[in-house]
Nanobody, 125 residues
């Protein structure tokens, strides 16, 4: 099993930026994808971004609502994956979850077997 612990959430000003990180541990040898999802009250969990893990080539994928203002990155030596997002609006207020998968469709929630507890991000005006 893979353990995922998110950090870095909190209150952020509208128009500002956020950076959240995920510490990855446990049995990660078969993990090939690490991703961020988010969920706002009353809404379905939404795909934010994903990046290849345990692969040489750095491949990433972004959700439509965040593409162009979001960067996902990995640090294999520190076993972390981070998400940086700019131009924040109230629509970005959500709990942000880190997730791990061994394969499957990158933007599909069902592909991910292991999840963190989430970190709350609240955008304030």
């Amino acid at each position: 099993q893979v353990q995922l612990v998110e950090s870095g959430g909190g209150l952020v000003q509208a128009g500002g930026s956020l950076r959240v990180s995920c510490a990855v541990s446990g049995r990660t040898d078969k993990t090939r994808i690490l991703a961020w999802f988010r969920q706002s009250p009353g809404k379905k969990r939404e795909f934010v971004a994903a990046i290849g893990w345990n692969v040489e080539i750095e491949i990433d994928l972004y959700g439509k609502s965040v593409k162009g203002r979001t960067t996902i990155s990995r640090d294999s030596s520190k076993q972390t994956v981070s998400l940086q997002m700019s131009s924040l609006t109230s629509e970005d207020t959500a709990i942000y979850y880190c997730a791990a998968a061994v394969g499957g469709q990158w933007d599909a929630e069902a592909s991910y077997d292991d999840w963190g507890q989430g970190t709350q991000v609240t955008v304030v005006t």
